[in-house]
């Protein structure tokens, strides 16, 4: 093959966002804890059922408790885009996230108290939970019609419907569990990430961040979140979603 070929498809490979999806895909096998790790997971379009898209990054965990089958999905989406910041808006009003169906894209017949659990297990984490909300957030820099951080957003988060549907069991699930999921929505970027307010003297300020979360609308009435961070965070994530099994049941049982 020659020389420039090979290059110009290392960078098409880069550009693309597949070596992100590598790599990610990489540091959640890594770091350990899940019961799987998938790439390219193809799912039904919640919106349009007839559609079948595909996820970039699907990282599983599972355990047995009281009766179920617990499957928490990390339904990641991948983007590049090193030269278009992506920027949060803040002003002095925000709302964090704390129902499960805020958190997380629910599937299954959940009982009351492990639900509640589970989305106290998220709010309490140092890793998963959101700190503040922003009011919205723009893709800076290029053309103003694209917003790639909400369609980043929104895709993230139909990767999440698409798999909660489906409570799959295991081969090896004592026999008589139920099944129950809850797939969170995850964007990694490789973008810059930064956040932009007022001053309490009404000056702007831009901070560089390596988090920010983001509202989706998914009703009348409904939104769930998505957490928006950097490859540099993957293994972080990784580590914190393993804990939420015995964080589950600390918050069950409290």
Known sequence: MPEDLTEKLLQWVEDSGRALELRVARAF????????????????????????????VLAGY??????????VEATIECKS?????WVAFFDDVWVRPDL?????????????????????????SGVLRSVEMPTHALSA??????????????????????????????ADDPEGTTPVTAAIPIVITEAPLFTCR??????????????FDVWVETGQYQRVRVLITTEERCRELASELSRLRSDLVRFRNQ
């Open 141 to 170: 820099m290029g053309k103003d019609s694209v917003n790639s951080v909400m369609d980043a957003a929104r895709q993230a988060v139909s990767f999440a419907r698409g798999r909660s549907t489906l409570n799959g069991s295991f």
């Open 198 to 211: 007022l001053s309490e003297v009404g000056q702007i300020q831009i901070d560089e961040v390596d988090r």
């Open 62 to 71: 599972h355990w047995i408790a009281d009766g179920l089958s617990i499957t």
């Open 29 to 56: 096998t890594k770091q350990g804890g899940a019961k799987y790790v998938r790439q390219s997971m193809p799912f039904q379009d919640p919106n349009t059922p007839s559609t079948t898209r595909e996820g970039d």
């Open 81 to 85: 885009g090193k030269g278009y910041p």
């Open 100 to 124: 499960p169906d805020e958190l997380a894209s629910i599937g299954g017949a959940w009982p009351k108290d492990d639900l509640n659990a589970l989305a106290a297990a998220i709010s309490n």
